[in-house]
Structures are given as C-alpha cells and as structure tokens.
C-alpha cells in the first residue's frame, strides 16, 4: 500500500494538477488518464493487476472511462482490435462557448474554459472524470487504511 500512496502522491495528483491547469488539453488528459488507470499495478503487485483493474472498472465508472482512454492513447486502442472500446482519436477538445468559437453539438452552454470529452459521449468531461477516479484510488487507500488500522503515510 506504501508504493501506491506514493505513487499516488508523487504522480497521479501533480499529473492532475497538471491537467486541471491546462483543461483543454488532450496532451494533460492522456497523461492524467495514463498515470490513474496504471496505479492499479501498484496496488496489484506482485499480482497481475488485470482482475482487479476489471473490478475498479465495475465498481467505479470514472476508473472504467480512465481506463479506456489511458489504454487507447497507450496502445492506439482499448480493447481488441476487432472491437475495440475506444480509439484515441474518440478523445477531443471542447471548445468553449463563445461566439465564433464554440461548436454546436459540442461547446456546453456557459462555459467558459471549454475541456476535453469523447466524441461518442460528449457528456463526459474527461476532467471531472479524472477528478472522480483518483478520488476512487484515494478511497481504496483510506479503506485498506482502516482496514489495517495504519496512520496514514504521508500529511
């Protein structure tokens, strides 16, 4: 648990730090996204981490998406190649909504920074989904935490 609270704190959330000041970017997104759905090595090892990133994925939709996008951008797409998931190019920037320069369809009314989304799904806001992910990781370190009555590491 200490190799994950560690990687937790040293990578996941200044990657998403990273990501939440350049919210339009699809470069911080993968990044983010690459970082969170990998921290399930972590918490896996020595195991091989596939089951328990198959049980993140149904107890954490967030995980799931973060996952996805993680592995699409990684290994082009996410899934098998004769049905892939998601292709990295399902990944797109939403412009924000100011005349002339947000896209109807796309651009959320009202916003003013714009974000990154998929384009199969354009309700996901890659950030928020990030956000909720790590979130997820954090909650699994706080419950193994309790669970084996340890102060926690590092604050």
Same mark, same amino acid.
Request: glycine share 6%.
């Given at each position: 648990? @200490?190799?994950?609270? =560690?990687?937790?704190?040293?990578? $996941?959330?200044?990657?998403?730090?990273? %990501?939440?000041e350049?919210?339009t970017s699809?470069?911080h997104? %993968? =990044?983010?996204?690459?970082v969170?759905?990998?921290?399930?090595?972590?918490l896996?090892?020595?195991?091989?981490?596939?089951?328990?990133? *198959?049980q %993140?994925e149904?107890?954490s @939709?967030?995980?799931?998406?973060?996952?996805?996008?993680g592995h699409?951008f990684?290994? $082009? #797409? *996410? !899934?098998r190649?004769?049905?892939p998931?998601?292709?990295?190019?399902?990944?797109?920037e939403?412009p924000p909504?100011? +005349?002339?320069?947000? $896209? +109807? !369809?796309?651009s959320r009314? !009202?916003?003013?920074? !714009?974000? #990154?989304?998929?384009?199969?799904?354009?309700t #996901?806001? =890659?950030?928020e989904?990030?956000?909720?992910a790590?979130?997820?990781l +954090?909650?699994?370190v @706080?419950a193994?935490?309790? *669970?084996?009555d340890?102060?926690? =590491?590092?604050g």
């Open positions: 648990m @200490e190799d994950l609270e =560690l990687y937790l704190v040293d990578i $996941v959330d200044p990657t998403f730090k990273d %990501f939440e350049h919210p699809r470069r997104a %993968f =990044l983010a996204c690459v969170t759905c990998h921290a399930v090595d972590y896996a090892y020595p195991n091989d981490p596939r089951s328990l990133r *198959q %993140f149904h107890q @939709e967030a995980f799931k998406i973060v996952n996805d996008v699409a990684k290994h $082009v #797409v *996410q !899934g190649p004769s049905a998931r998601m292709m990295q190019s399902d990944v797109i939403r909504f100011y +005349w002339g320069i947000g $896209v +109807w !369809g796309l009314w !009202g916003d003013e920074v !714009g974000g #990154v989304t998929l384009d199969s799904d354009r #996901v806001d =890659l950030l989904t990030v956000r909720t790590v979130a997820f +954090w909650s699994k @706080e193994s935490r309790r *669970q084996l340890e102060p926690p =590491l590092i």
